[in-house]
């Protein structure tokens, strides 16, 4: 199946200015891509490292590629070069490799720290106690506490959730407000300064709850790409 033209603009329509919408493209063929390309579309969120840095060497480069799956430090390396925006931080650890493979390659990654919101086991995640200790590198009196100050080349632009596979809509709502708390809590003031805030929420099933919650990305792929085979 192609890209539903209608559906994306239909799509665009309704985020207005108030979230970025991130195509998920996994799985999905080249051509696909290329087709939302032509209308307009440069944020592409995939999930496997070696999809998406055979992907990146093919398709235009100014292609914004958003790193979504559940990333594994010894992976970073292959995405750093290029790499846009990686969503699914759960880790100091993964910040900290991050953080060493941006700088061999000469830049500075922006990352969202993944906070797990839903209530299934499958789901990755920060919980609220790590979520604190990871903040505390990113403020100047718990980067000096902890001595983990010399995290120079990542960037935390904000947190990302998802919530629980539900059909039941106040369910799938309340953990979205759980993660706008946090959100509020730690990047609604001067905690990061010059840091701008992203709070990454909402999926083909849930977008317009999220966006209604305050989510400011969304990543959608089923609505656009059709179900994966």
């Known amino acids: 199946m192609s890209v539903d033209k209608e559906k994306y603009y239909e799509i665009l329509a309704g985020l207005g200015d108030k979230a970025q919408l991130i195509a998920v493209s996994k799985t999905k063929p080249a051509e696909d891509i290329k087709e939302l390309y032509n209308l307009g579309q440069r944020d592409f969120g995939e999930n496997y490292v070696q999809e998406l840095v055979d992907k990146q060497t093919t398709l235009p480069a100014d292609i914004r590629w958003h790193f979504i799956g559940h990333l594994q430090s010894n992976k970073v390396k292959y995405i750093a070069p290029f790499v846009h925006l990686i969503h699914g931080v759960d880790s100091l650890r993964l910040l900290k490799e991050i953080d060493k493979q941006a700088a061999r390659s000469g830049r500075v990654i922006a990352c969202l720290l993944q906070v797990f919101i839903a209530r299934e086991e499958t789901k990755f995640g920060?919980?609220?106690?790590?979520?604190?200790?990871?903040?505390?590198?990113?403020?100047?009196?718990?980067?000096?506490?902890?001595?983990?100050?010399?995290?120079?080349?990542v960037r935390v632009a904000g947190l990302m959730g998802m919530a629980s596979f539900t059909e039941d809509p106040e369910k799938i709502r309340?953990?979205?407000?759980?993660?706008?708390?946090?959100?509020?809590?730690?990047?609604?003031?001067?905690a990061v300064p010059d840091t701008p805030s992203i709070l990454s929420m909402g999926m083909s099933g849930d977008y317009k709850i999220a966006v209604e919650e305050g989510s400011n990305m969304v990543r959608i792929g089923s609505l656009l790409f059709g179900k994966r085979g």
């Open 126 to 153: 920060l919980d609220e106690q790590e979520l604190a200790e990871v903040m505390k590198v990113f403020t100047h009196d718990g980067a000096e506490e902890s001595g983990s100050g010399e995290l120079k080349n």
């Open 174 to 190: 309340s953990e979205f407000r759980t993660l706008r708390s946090l959100f509020d809590k730690y990047f609604s003031s001067a």
